[in-house]
DNA sequence: TTTTATATTGCAATCGATTGCAAAGAGGCG
DNA sequence: CGCCTCTTTGCAATCGATTGCAATATAAAA
């Protein structure tokens, strides 16, 4: 532990005796530097403990090896920040960043996103953002996107939208869900969730699907507009105990947030899971497993997302043109959905 | 959307007819310039969308105006990423490095903490460091502090530590869980933990405070050690049930994840909750409201803690001297406990 | 009217690393 | 021996904002 104050590389180029150039050259190995004298500055920036400057260098090459994740929980729509999945998702972001030599800044809240592309990329604290929390077709998305400025979504591919995302393939996952129930003999099936997000959206279209491949009438009493939480899940369900002109038996929930605000309901009520009302979530929430009965559900690839994320947005950063992803999900089976 | 390419000081001082110097001091308000030089400015300023380049700035006054929060989640002792209260503190730290102007860093596994103060501190992306997951006593911390670089952890003070940590009064909440279940009759209560943690052991002792004051003699065949996670509570209540000559009657457990591990189990061996076993869980995690039965548990005041770390961060950084801080608690009573 | 105090503004050095270009040295070839 | 090539290193400009100090203008005091 060195105590000394902070070097600078004028003071390496002394000790070794070379110019400022050299080392710097020699700390980037360049293949410039003749190996012998890379290897000795090497050692004596490592010997006396010197760090390049990052300040100095970002300033000097325009380029902050920086991106910024801003996340845009509004609970308006009920996303908690506490949600299991966006620290997974943003753990994987971190980890992928790091591993292509960028920082990362963290965002949460901004009051508003159009400051926000000038404050991270115009005062040149980022090369670019990564947004997550697509919101209900976020008008500002698009304005960002006209500002040509480097970002990508979390979400939903929408033709409208011109900006570049990464997500789930929700329409399959929806639709293999919404299949296994009724393979299992469910055809009143629910639907609970926001559909003016996009992502949900896809998920609706999934379920519409499959209850289509199967020759199930699309039935608009049974879609249950609900908000991504726990709690909104627990209020709704009142309506499918409560109102006796109404009947289903399965539900298939957008989240697994909202099939566990679902099932507490249901077992106050003595509703018995998945006997009476069959259920599958989304998302694979850690808490699905745990659930008493265990919550059959659409499991994402987060940490795969975080990685896609990162790596394509240092693409778009570099000028390269980048495509729309969304991954394979997978449908985890459990007690909840009634499976023998 | 002007999609001018990057102005800078100097464009902005030709615009205005005066020096950079002024619009250096005018952008920020100085009370050296005339008040209507300033508002011309600025107003310049804003209408040709000028930003000032934070890399050039962070360059020439040395210091970053960010902080960096490094998460040491270990999976080795059974904590997870993506623990409820991680996301809410992140968001906390966030929101109160965004009120004072700072921005905020993050990196998650690091592979070396030594690094990670050279890399963050002595190359200037930040000017301190949160540290969150202080660990079964990490060593690394200790010598992080001997280094005196600015930083800051979450957790639990301990005299031998020469570091400042924010973190909650895990010994009076501990004290007050046990005293409820002692109200509530219950005399042999097992402590599910793992008393090698800081916060844990403080908690150990809340418990055997609360025993003592009850008069109930402390029995080491209840210390169940268990670690964060809620597989580990579910496992570890084996030895609850089907150990015949282990006896008790209520279980305090050091995490709303251990407690959901725990009821999991209990309720798959029908054993019932409060009424066999009493539970008193710990963080109120969003889900403790919504197991069944609802879990008591002694809550944290995560987002007063997210701020104290950033405020208290920004006062060692500019070189006050700042103390320990232990967070009231407050125990938030549901039926697991067995409250009339 | 001269002097002094005050309010504004500008000059110019500075922060530390990077990089295009030039220069010096080493070796090869005719 | 002279010319050319290739390797290795150094020179010096540059990135954009900040700030101590000096300079000027203006007002007040003598």
Redesign the pocket.
Known sequence: MTKSK?????DI?RLA?????????A??NS????????LRVQAIAREHN????T???N????KTHTLAVVLLVDKEWGHEVSDAFLMVLLGSIADEAAHHGYDLLLSTNPHDIDDLADYYIDSKRADGLIIIGQGRNDPRLDRLAESGRPFIVWGAEMPEHDYITVGSDNRKGAYEAVSLLVRNGRTRIAFMGDARHPEMEHRLDGYSDALRDAGIPFDANLIIPTDFSRSDGYMKTDHIILDPTFKCDAIFAVSDNIALGVMKRLAEAEVKVPEEIAIVGFDDNPLAVFATPGITTVRQDIRLGGKLLVRNLIDIIDGKTVGHVAMPVEVIVRESCGNA
């Open positions: 902070n070097l600078t590389m004028s180029a005796g070379v110019s400022e150039a050299t080392v710097s050259r700390l980037k293949e410039l530097i003749n190996k012998e004298t890379r010197y760090k390049v400057n300040a100095a260098r300033f000097r090459t325009q």
